[in-house]
């Protein structure tokens, strides 16, 4: 590489850990928001949020940006693994970026900062009527920046690639016509097994304090590091990171629920260790934090499901939460708390949906998205089709709006196209933790001794310090051997759930 070559790729650097700290300055006054900002605030954020992403959006698409990828991409001859992946991931951000004009990306920061404040009430007043006008402006915000992006089959595909590299909503609507159908059928031997689960050990009534404190403790064991992050409460549970010394997490705690706040920490844990594990040649670089959304969500529904409602898991933590809950809990048995904790039943709520059901609210998410899009619903229509949607796919119907449209942060967020790589999460979570299991054949004694360390350095080895080094699909071959397969999640859900409901497995 000739001198001039190096000088622009460190520029080019240089730019990008510019742009990493403005993106994880944007993401704190998020997080205030969330956490702790009162309610007057709002304008100012919004303001505030709109002049940054201005700046982040100038620094981006700077003709010098575009000059230095140019010369490095001319004669990039031999770059390291990291440097060209960071080169692809610049290139792929300005192409993006260089689209979308300066005062869209203004209005849209402005509109999403607003509409969480009015989702926020509308939700607490079960009221979509509150909602409609802010998200129908974010919504055609949305469109805007699909026609700026561009894509080649619908609009959906421009905005789904900013979360998932690669991913078509073609591709997408084939791997839910499955994931339904096989959910279906589970569904249905679930419904006639020989023994059906009791979940009201979890539904007693759990002190908010000692529930903190467990989730904390549990927390600590699996390896979230509280030097280098700090749990808050919030009406959403979420997980923001400022680098891989300061990565936060939220929850929500229920007084009649012990599962709500513990298995949402380990959600939200299982994001945050991803963060924290981000390796040092990386770090502080437009790849250095979690490669997609879907790999993401892999590592949270691994901890939080694979894990944390794994019966091993109870044969451990259950001595421990008696000594919380004494009263609550001096029936119960692991056999009994293993099974609660995987009752499946069709629910209102998304994020404390059974893993069985948690694919058809993912299902039903696209579905509505898609037509919202293609504009063949309107905005005031939702909550009809909200709820006849989930009439047909679960067999249930929201009562209000709060357990139905209105009970995801997303939309008003402006994050739309997003919902899918939650089921991907599922898909790469089964078949990491089969590949895992492979690794390591003691892996549940040694989560029922606590020792939770091992499955944490596979993750770090394999997924977490590589960043965005390696394109999702790529990852996963690396860790695992395989290109994303959805057989490891029907196989994971078949023998986990015949194992609860007590019918053969095949
Ligand atoms: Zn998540």
Known sequence: MTLTTTRALDELKQVSAELFDLGRIAELLEWDQETMMPPKGVPWRAEQLATLKGILHERLTAPRVGDLLKQVEDEGGQLSDVDAAIVREMRRAYDREVKLPAELVRELARATSEALATWRRARAEASFALFADDLARVVELKRQVAEHVGYRAEPYDALLDEYEPGMTAAEL??????????????????????????????????????????GQEVLRWIGYDFEAGRQDKSTHPFC?????????????LHPRDLGQALFGSMHEGGHAMYEQGIGPSVQRSVIGSGVSLGVHESQSRLWENCVGRSRAFWEYALPRARELFPSQLADADVDTVWR?????????????????????????????ERK?????V???????????????MLGITPANDAEGVLQDIHWASG???????????????????????????????????????????????RIHQHGGTYLPADLIERATGERPNARYLSAYLRAKYAAVYGFAAS
């Open 173 to 214: 609507e084939t791997m839910f016509a499955n994931l339904r159908a096989e959910t279906v059928a589970l569904l249905d031997e679930i419904r006639r097994a020989p023994r059906q689960v009791d979940r009201s050990v979890f539904e007693r009534e759990y002190d908010l304090d000692a529930q903190w404190r467990f």
């Open 378 to 392: 309107e905005t005031k229509d939702l909550p009809t089709l909200w709820n006849e949607s989930m009439t047909q």
């Open 372 to 376: 919202i899009l293609r504009r063949e």
């Open 340 to 368: 609660a904790a995987n009752k499946v039943e069709p629910s209102f709520i998304r994020v404390e949906a059974d893993e069985v059901t948690y694919n058809l609210h993912i299902a039903l998410r696209f579905e509505v």
């Open 240 to 252: 923001t990171h400022f680098g891989t010394g300061d990565v936060r997490i939220t929850t929500r």
């Open 415 to 461: 994050l739309v196209g997003y919902f899918p790589t939650y089921s991907l999460g599922n898909l790469y979570a089964a078949q990491i933790w089969a590949a895992i299991g492979r690794d390591l054949p003691d892996r549940d004694a040694r989560i029922a001794a606590g020792d939770f360390g091992p499955i944490l350095a596979w993750l770090r080895d």
